[in-house]
T-cell receptor
């Protein structure tokens, strides 16, 4: 079983749609959780951290359920520029330093 | 510009050759990483250095040897390249320890080096 699992997609949605991505992780010792965004042939960039209380950043809302080891990302009012791969990431401490474990990513294609 | 930079951006080479990829960050971070992203887009950590000391060493063939001459540089040397080494290699950096607190700090990635082994 992969440490972080995501539906690879692609999710094809029209502009203005709401889309949700889910992710599960296997290591219950995971301490921090994130969504990264990776555009085609580019490096990953942090989109947002994910907290148990849920957090929102504009059109993006992230949720964490530690009991179910489940993370979600909701994108409202999709824009063409949201087209990218969204990487679910968990971190845990390894020999006193954080180690990030990435999911394989969910590809989003927003069409006009 | 403040950033994580890598050279070269593209590297095409024959099987059996030895090659190096260089990484530099001018963000003042104390920790640097090498990741490999394979053809299935799976991004996996290979090595991590904190203040020039190796702290994470995943199960990577010993043909891969990282070297950190100083906090701002982390190079990756690969001996006897194999077809399976073809991938995009990303360098990243973060500030792990600030004031003794061990909380997450964002990792900033370089633009990647696309290695193709023929």
């Amino acid at each position: 079983r992969k440490e972080v699992e995501q539906d690879p997609g692609p999710f094809n949605v029209p502009e203005g749609a709401t889309v949700a991505f889910n992710c599960t992780y296997s290591n219950s010792a995971s301490q921090s959780f994130f969504w990264y965004r990776q555009d085609c042939r580019k490096e990953p960039k942090l989109l947002m951290s994910v907290y148990s209380s849920g957090n929102e950043d504009g059109r993006f809302t992230a949720q964490l359920n530690r009991a179910s080891q489940y993370i979600s990302l909701l994108i409202r009012d999709s824009k063409l520029s949201d087209s990218a791969t969204y990487l679910c990431v968990v971190s845990f401490m390894n020999t006193g330093f954080q180690k990030l474990v990435f999911g394989t990513g969910t590809r989003l294609l927003v069409s006009p | 510009d403040t950033a994580v930079s890598q050279t070269p951006k593209y590297l095409v080479t024959q099987m059996g050759n030895d090659k190096s990829i260089k990484c530099e960050q001018n963000l003042g971070h104390d920790t640097m990483y090498w990741y490999k992203q394979d053809s299935k887009k799976f991004l996996k950590i290979m090595f991590s250095y904190n203040n020039k000391e190796l702290i994470i060493n995943e199960t990577v063939p010993n043909r891969f040897s990282p070297k950190s001459p100083d906090k701002a540089h982390l190079n990756l040397h690969i001996n006897s390249l194999e077809l399976g080494d073809s991938a995009v290699y990303f360098c990243a950096s973060s500030q792990e320890h600030s004031g003794g607190a061990r909380s997450y700090n964002e990792q900033f990635f370089g633009p990647g080096t696309r290695l193709t082994v023929l």
